[in-house]
């Protein structure tokens, strides 16, 4: 559980980590993954499991990289439009869409204990984003969209990391974290060239902020989370992994100065009651 709450904690800042750097999305991603890739490779090679490595490279890790170079563009980009608080409690809505999916293929109606936790995460998301959406300005509502494209992505890279990840040694969540964060990192350069963004960091403080994404939000948060996830039943990883959109609000409103009411607090509790709820009840119904 240790691990599992450290991990949480760590990726935690890779929100603020973005904020700082005030850059491009596609270059904070490319930097983020580029840096958490050679981090987690390093890893390998220091505990002599780098063959690890070479068996995921293949297509599931690979083709997942894809996914997940698409969700961090658009959480970057949310993230850069309404602030790492907001950002990080809507893209935590895949759990939602996971456990849609899974209904769907299962071809069973999600429980209703589930459809419950939705409609109180929905409601909680209403009182953060939803009063008076229509005279926001245009770029809250970009971000609020990101934020939500995020989600879904984020889900299509959690379902297809499960597949990447085959291999049931030790070594295997680092190998398939590395080599889908050295792929991305690839995909995202000619992404970055074609949108015509600067690899030039502006400052000393962007690249510290880079490097701190990519070691401590890429590379250390991960390996921490995929190691303490084995010992922890899942209700408990759910209810500990919430840490991480809550904590990304805190430091929004600690080290951004995000003015907050009542009704939105409100709104963030009842949200990240909702999907934690929906985390541990989600699931089709047993015929």
Same mark, same amino acid.
């Given at each position: 559980?240790?691990?599992?709450?450290?991990?949480?904690?760590?990726?935690?800042?890779?929100?603020?980590?973005?904020?700082?750097?005030?850059?491009?999305?596609?270059?904070?991603?490319?930097?983020?993954? !580029?840096?958490?890739?050679?981090?987690?490779? +390093?890893?390998? /090679? *220091?505990?002599?499991? @780098?063959?690890? &490595?070479?068996? #995921?490279m293949?297509?599931?890790?690979?083709?997942?990289a894809?996914?997940?170079?698409?969700?961090?563009?658009?959480?970057?980009?949310?993230?850069?439009?309404?602030?790492?608080?907001?950002?990080?409690?809507?893209?935590?809505?895949?759990?939602?869409?996971?456990?849609?999916?899974?209904?769907?293929?299962?071809?069973?109606?999600?429980?209703?204990?589930f459809?419950?936790?939705?409609?109180?995460?929905?409601?909680?998301?209403?009182?953060?984003?939803?009063?008076?959406?229509?005279?926001?300005?245009?770029?809250?509502?970009?971000?609020?969209?990101?934020?939500?494209?995020?989600?879904?992505?984020?889900?299509?890279f959690?379902?297809?990391?499960?597949? !990447?990840?085959?291999?049931?040694?030790?070594? +295997?969540?680092? /190998? *398939?974290?590395?080599? @889908?964060?050295l &792929?991305?990192? #690839?995909?995202?350069?000619?992404?970055?060239?074609?949108?015509?963004?600067?690899?030039?960091?502006?400052?000393?403080?962007?690249?510290?902020?880079?490097?701190?994404?990519?070691?401590?939000?890429?590379?250390?948060?991960?390996?921490?989370?995929?190691?303490?996830?084995?010992?922890?039943?899942?209700?408990?990883?759910?209810?500990?992994?919430?840490?991480?959109?809550t904590l990304?609000?805190?430091?929004?409103?600690?080290?951004?100065?995000?003015?907050?009411?009542?009704v939105?607090?409100?709104?963030?509790?009842?949200?990240?009651?909702?999907?934690?709820?929906?985390?541990?009840?989600?699931?089709?119904?047993?015929?």
């Amino acid at each position: 559980m240790g691990l599992l709450l450290f991990g949480a904690a760590c990726i935690s800042f890779s929100a603020v980590f973005v904020k700082l750097a005030a850059v491009a999305p596609s270059i904070s991603a490319f930097y983020r993954l !580029a840096i958490g890739g050679l981090t987690l490779l +390093a890893m390998l /090679a *220091a505990t002599n499991n @780098l063959p690890a &490595a070479r068996r #995921a490279m293949r297509w599931p890790a690979l083709g997942c990289a894809v996914f997940f170079v698409c969700d961090l563009l658009c959480w970057h980009a949310s993230i850069n439009h309404i602030g790492p608080g907001l950002a990080t409690l809507v893209g935590n809505f895949q759990v939602f869409l996971i456990t849609v999916a899974a209904a769907v293929a299962a071809r069973r109606a999600p429980r209703p204990g589930f459809l419950a936790a939705m409609a109180i995460a929905l409601f909680g998301l209403y009182l953060v984003v939803g009063r008076g959406f229509a005279d926001q300005t245009p770029e809250f509502r970009l971000g609020v969209g990101y934020g939500l494209a995020t989600s879904v992505f984020y889900a299509l890279f959690i379902m297809t990391l499960k597949k !990447a990840v085959t291999d049931h040694g030790r070594a +295997a969540p680092m /190998a *398939a974290m590395a080599v @889908l964060s050295l &792929a991305g990192a #690839a995909l995202l350069v000619p992404i970055a060239v074609s949108a015509e963004a600067s690899f030039v960091l502006p400052s000393a403080r962007s690249a510290l902020a880079l490097v701190g994404l990519g070691v401590v939000g890429q590379g250390v948060g991960w390996l921490a989370i995929s190691m303490g996830l084995a010992g922890v039943r899942p209700a408990l990883a759910g209810l500990i992994l919430l840490l991480q959109p809550t904590l990304s609000y805190l430091w929004d409103v600690l080290f951004f100065g995000k003015a907050t009411g009542p009704v939105e607090l409100a709104g963030v509790a009842l949200a990240l009651g909702g999907i934690y709820l929906g985390s541990v009840v989600g699931g089709p119904e047993k015929s």
